[in-house]
């Protein structure tokens, strides 16, 4: 795996102050991508033991809620195994600090993957120009969920997702979220 940062005391990207961990290597070319130079899986740095220990040393901190995947795309066919096997360790490690993850793939598409015993919450679906609000809570197009990832395994139907939040602030959360139409617009990096 390779990434290209790795953010502290972020409050932007999930519930408290977390570290962030931004991977190399997205396929889905959404339109004015605010992160396209991490498109690229060869891009980056090569995440090695050092890049391991410097996240390490921020969720040894008890004010750091927890660690957010995010890039890039975790969720990119070169990132999977590294990715499940880093959230393994923290969650071995750090059983009390919740992991989040952006993915542009939809929550249908991957919730049966080993790593999701390991996801906290993920915000899912690829970020549509055409449903932007700056406003939205911990997303960046309206189609994208919020979504509590063990609840949501532990239904009779854990295909329709539970959501962790609502749109904004303040906002009840709604109980079922089903995908909304969206356009498909994956390219191969
Ligand atoms: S999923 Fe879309 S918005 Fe996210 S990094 Fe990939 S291209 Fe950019």
Sequence with gaps: MRYHNITKDDMLNGDGLRVVLWVAGCNHCC???QNPITWDPDGGLYFDDAAKQEIFE???KDYISGITF???DPMHPANRPAVKALMEEIKQKYPDKTIWMYTGDSWEDIW????MQYIDVIVDGEFILSQRDPKLLWKGS????VIKVQESLKQEHPEIPVLHCG???GDPVE???TLQDAPVS???M
């Design 31 to 33: 339109k004015e991508c």
């Design 58 to 60: 921020q969720l040894d």
């Design 70 to 72: 995010s890039g890039g």
């Design 112 to 115: 049966q993957l080993p790593m």
């Design 142 to 145: 309206m189609n994208q969920r």
């Design 167 to 169: 749109n904004y602030w």
């Design 175 to 177: 109980t079922v979220q």
């Design 186 to 188: 994956s390219c191969i």
